[in-house]
Nanobody, 116 residues
Framework: QVQLVESGGGLVQAGGSLRLSCATS????????MGWYRQAPGKQRELVAN???????NYADSVKGRFTISRDAAKNRVYLQMNNLKPEDTAVYYC??????????WGQGTQVTVSS
């Protein structure tokens, strides 16, 4: 059983920054996909950013230029640096990983609240 533990959420004013962290109990070299999703109240879960095993990053248009996804193989972690946060970024953020053996895992979610 792979465990994903997220941290770093919180309450921040608009324009502020937060850094989310997702720690996995499995070597991240097993994952071809590591990403962050978010779900706001009454809305569908959406992909915010993902990074491939080769290091290619992709972003939702709404966060391009403000969010940066990265990973640390030595620590088996993936991060989401969020700058210039906006009230519309308020959501529960979830870490997601996908492995070559068809495994897919989700973290428990971490709340991000941006006040105006």
């Amino acid at each position: 059983q792979v465990q994903l533990v997220e941290s770093g959420g919180g309450l921040v004013q608009a324009g502020g920054s937060l850094r989310l962290s997702c720690a996995t109990s499995r070597d991240i070299s097993n994952f071809y996909f590591m990403g962050w999703y978010r779900q706001a109240p009454g809305k569908q879960r959406e992909l915010v950013a993902n990074i491939t095993r080769s290091g290619t990053a992709n972003y939702a248009d709404s966060v391009k230029g403000r969010f940066t996804i990265s990973r640390d193989a030595a620590k088996n972690r993936v991060y989401l640096q969020m700058n210039n946060l906006k009230p519309e970024d308020t959501a529960v953020y979830y870490c997601n990983v996908r492995a070559w053996d068809s495994f897919q895992g989700w973290g428990q979610g971490t709340q991000v609240t941006v006040s105006s």
